[in-house]
């Protein structure tokens, strides 16, 4: 049976932006299991399979549901043992967690704080009015007060990602001489920001700029199917 993924996107359904989502679509190619993608805009989530999750990525397989782009790498190890792993074993699975805590206190508030207003430019009405009220509440200020200081933001981006182009002197990828879903993790948030930011946070020569083509050239060029904005 064919998998099913629920994808986040804004107006234009060609141009996923989620970078849960998008840890889950390369975890999905790592793994070669080809799915079926169903783009949807924020305010359908909660009507999806019954009210099944607020967010996505939500992946169907069969009769199964799995939420979160972490517990559905797991799901996937686990389910299709036979096909490359995403983890590599418990301390992949170890490293894979911090990377993620590491990405989501660090990086993605940091895109947040640049794109902020490019996403909300992104979405349909509806969406526009959920985006703007939920976030605006959530963050406790108007979007465009969080990125009143965006080009300092852009300016520092880069400086953030130190530990990784540290790692990368070494080897090419954070899971070794191979991607592991650790890589999934950091280019989702860099891939969340290539396609809703116009905004250069790295030269060309940047180690971690050449690690992100290479990540976005895997999997027959996935990373690159939706142009940058």
Known sequence: ???????????????????????????????????????????????????????????????????????????????????????????????ARFVEGWSQTTLHPAVMRIALVDIHDMLGPEDQSYFRTSREDRLGQPLEAVVAARDDEIAAFAGKLEPLRTMLKSQPFIGGEGPLFADYIVFGALQWLRVTSTAKVLADDDPVALWFGRVLDLHDGLGRSVRAA
């Open 1 to 95: 049976m064919t998998l099913k993924l629920y994808a986040l996107c804004g107006e234009d359904r060609s141009r996923p932006f989620s970078p849960h989502v998008w840890k889950t679509m390369l975890s999905l190619a790592h793994k070669g299991l080809s799915c079926e993608v169903e783009k949807v805009g924020f305010t359908e989530i909660p009507k999806l399979e019954g009210g099944f999750s607020r967010t996505v990525p939500l992946l169907r397989d069969g009769e199964r549901l799995v939420r979160d782009s972490f517990d559905i790498a797991l799901y996937l190890d686990e389910a299709y043992p036979g096909r490359p792993t995403l983890f590599g074993g418990d301390g992949g699975r170890a490293m």
